[in-house]
Antibody, heavy 116, light 107 residues
Framework: EVQLVESGGGLVQPGGSLRLSCAASGFTFSASAMSWVRQAPEKGLEWVSTFSHNGDSTYYADSVKGRFTISRDTSKNTLYLQMSSLRVEDTAVYYC?????????WGQGTLVTVSS | EIVLTQSPDFQSMTPKEKVTITCRASQSIGTSLHWYQQKPDQSPKLLIKYASQSISGVPSRFSGSGSGTDFTLTINSLEAEDAATYYCHQTTSFPYTFGQGTKLEIK
């Protein structure tokens, strides 16, 4: 059974940093593309970033480019999202998902609140 | 950026009815269009991939069609458990984008 468990969310001040983690199990993590999608309170879904299956490429939404970094540790089967220079508008539930195009499996999400 | 516009934003239906949700892309995206269902306080769930391809474990009453700029998600014979928000999602070009969502209420 595929499981994705996000962690690392919390309250952070504007301009601060946070690192999200997504622990994966039940599939071949090292051969899978992974993505982050976020959802602001009472809003729709927004694609944030994708890490290609072979690790050669990373992709970012314009709204986070230069501030967020996606990475993975295949020895720990864990996906990361390093977030810096956080803004109030980054407040959202952050989901990790398996896939590059169609997103087959999703975690339960972790809430990031950016507020002073 | 490719903009996806869903219609309607909200729909209220009764069980056993058929519902159609549309998604229009601002430019042609071939069939790189996927549909997700999100129930309250839950994570999204993949329903249909590449416009019309079914997903294992998803009830057969869910189907998708379309190509280019116009796409449709159809739910035949609605059930109470289908109450959710539905999103379309394009992966033709970066940045990938989602539609604004269609909230489906079951009376």
């Amino acid at each position: 059974e595929v499981q994705l468990v996000e962690s690392g969310g919390g309250l952070v001040q504007p301009g601060g940093s946070l690192r999200l983690s997504c622990a994966a199990s039940g599939f071949t993590f090292s051969a899978s593309a992974m993505s982050w999608v976020r959802q602001a309170p009472e809003k729709g879904l927004e694609w944030v970033s994708t890490f290609s299956h072979n690790g050669d490429s990373t992709y970012y939404a314009d709204s986070v480019k230069g501030r967020f970094t996606i990475s993975r540790d295949t020895s720990k089967n864990t996906l990361y999202l390093q977030m810096s220079s956080l803004r109030v508008e980054d407040t959202a539930v952050y989901y990790c998902a398996e896939g590059h195009w169609e997103l087959y499996h999703w975690g339960q999400g972790t809430l990031v609140t950016v507020s002073s | 950026e490719i903009v996806l516009t869903q219609s309607p934003d909200f729909q209220s239906m009764t069980p056993k009815e058929k519902v159609t949700i549309t998604c229009r892309a601002s430019q042609s995206i071939g069939t790189s269009l996927h549909w997700y269902q999100q129930k309250p306080d839950q994570s999204p769930k993949l329903l249909i991939k590449y416009a019309s391809q079914s997903i294992s474990g998803v009830p057969s009453r869910f189907s998708g069609s379309g190509s280019g700029t116009d796409f449709t998600l159809t739910i035949n014979s609605l059930e109470a458990e289908d109450a959710a928000t539905y999103y379309c999602h394009q992966t033709t070009s970066f940045p990938y984008t989602f539609g604004q969502g269609t909230k489906l209420e079951i009376k």
